[in-house]
T-cell receptor, first 110, second 115 residues
Framework: QKEVEQDPGPLSVPEGAIVSLNCTYS??????FMWYRQYSRKGPELLMY????GNKEDGRFTAQVDKSSKYISLFIRDSQPSDSATYLC??????????FGSGTRLSIRP | GAVVSQHPSWVICKSGTSVKIECRSL??????MFWYRQFPKQSLMLMAT?????????EQGVEKDKFLINHASLTLSTLTVTSAHPEDSSFYIC???????????FGPGTRLTVT
């Protein structure tokens, strides 16, 4: 079993839709949860960072972590074509290496 | 945010030759640098972690004699793929952090094609 599981998609939605991306993880020691956005042939960039359970909002993006169910979510409101990318969830325990999900390819149709 | 650069961005080499990839932190001193490999439609897999002035720590299954990592300064790490073969063709990404509790910043990646 992978430590971080993510549906690879692809996911295609119309512009303006709400996008929901999800991951599950298995390691109870994970405390830090991240979402990275990776455009084609580019390195990943940190989008959202959450410590422990709870919600975090940044503009059109909301990250949710539910440690009781080991579930990580990213919501994108008012999706734009420029949001088309691969989204990687990631988790980490204190001072350990980052474990990445396999990434979900998202396409926003104009 | 901080910037990490990689050079080259794309390289083609012949089977059996060696290729060096550079990773630089441009506006901060990176005590730790990481090297990842990403195959098409797959996630980033950590290959090794290097601390400035120390030998790199390799992940299980990664051949340290094939993937030579040097972290000689606080702003530069290099990955040398020795005796490259077509199966080494991949997207190599480095990342760097200033302290153990700092954010990891990722480089833009280097696409290696071995013919």
């Amino acid at each position: 079993q992978k430590e971080v599981e993510q549906d690879p998609g692809p996911l295609s939605v119309p512009e303006g839709a709400i996008v929901s991306l999800n991951c599950t993880y298995s390691n109870s020691a994970f405390q830090y949860f991240m979402w990275y956005r990776q455009y084609s042939r580019k390195g990943p960039e940190l989008l959202m960072y959450t410590y422990s359970s709870g919600n975090k909002e940044d503009g059109r993006f909301t990250a949710q972590v539910d440690k009781s169910s080991k579930y990580i979510s990213l919501f994108i409101r008012d999706s734009q074509p420029s949001d088309s990318a691969t989204y990687l969830c990631a988790s980490q325990s204190s001072a350990s290496k980052i474990i990445f999900g396999s990434g979900t390819r998202l396409s926003i149709r104009p | 945010g901080a910037v990490v650069s990689q050079h080259p961005s794309w390289v083609i080499c012949k089977s059996g030759t060696s290729v060096k990839i550079e990773c630089r932190s441009l506006d901060f001193q990176a005590t730790t640098m990481f090297w990842y490999r990403q195959f098409p439609k797959q996630s980033l897999m950590l290959m090794a972690t290097s601390n400035e002035g120390s030998k790199a720590t390799y992940e299980q299954g990664v051949e340290k004699d094939k993937f030579l990592i040097n972290h000689a300064s606080l702003t530069l790490s290099t990955l040398t793929v020795t005796s490259a073969h077509p199966e080494d063709s991949s997207f190599y990404i480095c990342s760097a952090r200033e302290r153990w509790d700092s954010e990891q910043y990722f480089g833009p990646g280097t696409r290696l094609t071995v013919t």
